[in-house]
């Protein structure tokens, strides 16, 4: 197989990617008013590890989150905080098929300057829901309060496809990478 072909999939799969993301950030807002507006919106890459691995049948998971997201434009970045890494955990009875939210996720952005610099920490509390989508892909969505550092007090979005479910590995081994395109928003509360 050659490289540009295996380029042209990978360009592919990361755009139908951003656009379902972008689709389905604009099918879960609320009306547009000025209050509502995000006040930061980064897109990225997310990659989530599971552990021991989704299966059909559901079972307890250890979920960890990872992401990193640039460029950030909105009314609350400046030069120091146009880039995030983040990173979050849970725990919750999960499967291929079945997704029941989790309550009890948290985590923290770290925010960078222009130059690659940290310039400071969200810490958050919130809960993840998992979900189906006709095409088979799972979307996950992330609601939390941000407590302390980096924009305190107000409500952090991330909002993810992951493109990589493998219906033979939901059958054998478990699911324990999935990864795929995001959004993360910082709203006003």
């Known amino acids: ?26 099918g879960t807002s609320r009306p547009a008013h000025a209050d509502d507006d995000p006040l930061a919106v980064c897109p990225g890459w997310v990659e989530q590890t599971i552990d021991p691995g ?16 640039v460029p950030c434009t909105g009314q609350l970045i400046d030069p120091e905080h146009v880039a995030a890494d983040y990173t979050a955990s849970a725990s919750g009875t999960l499967s291929c098929t079945i997704n029941v939210p989790i309550t009890n996720a948290s985590g ?12 400071g920490t969200s810490h958050f509390t919130g809960g993840i829901t998992l979900s189906q ?23 952090l979005v991330l ?31």
């Open 133 to 155: 989508r006709p095409l088979g892909e799972n979307v996950g969505i992330v609601v939390a309060t941000i407590n302390s550092g980096e924009f305190a007090g107000r409500r």
């Open 1 to 26: 197989m050659s490289t540009n072909l295996i380029s042209r999939r990978a360009l592919t799969a990361l755009l139908t990617g951003l656009a379902l993301v972008c689709a389905l950030a604009a």
């Open 159 to 189: 909002i993810s496809a992951r493109l990589t479910i493998d219906p033979v590995q939901c059958a054998t081994t478990g699911v324990r990478k999935v990864a795929g395109p995001g959004s993360l928003e910082i709203l006003p509360v």
């Open 108 to 119: 923290t952005v770290r925010w960078q300057d222009e130059d690659g610099h940290h310039t």
């Open 54 to 69: 989704l299966t059909v049948l559901p079972q307890f998971q250890t979920v960890k989150v990872e992401g990193r997201f």
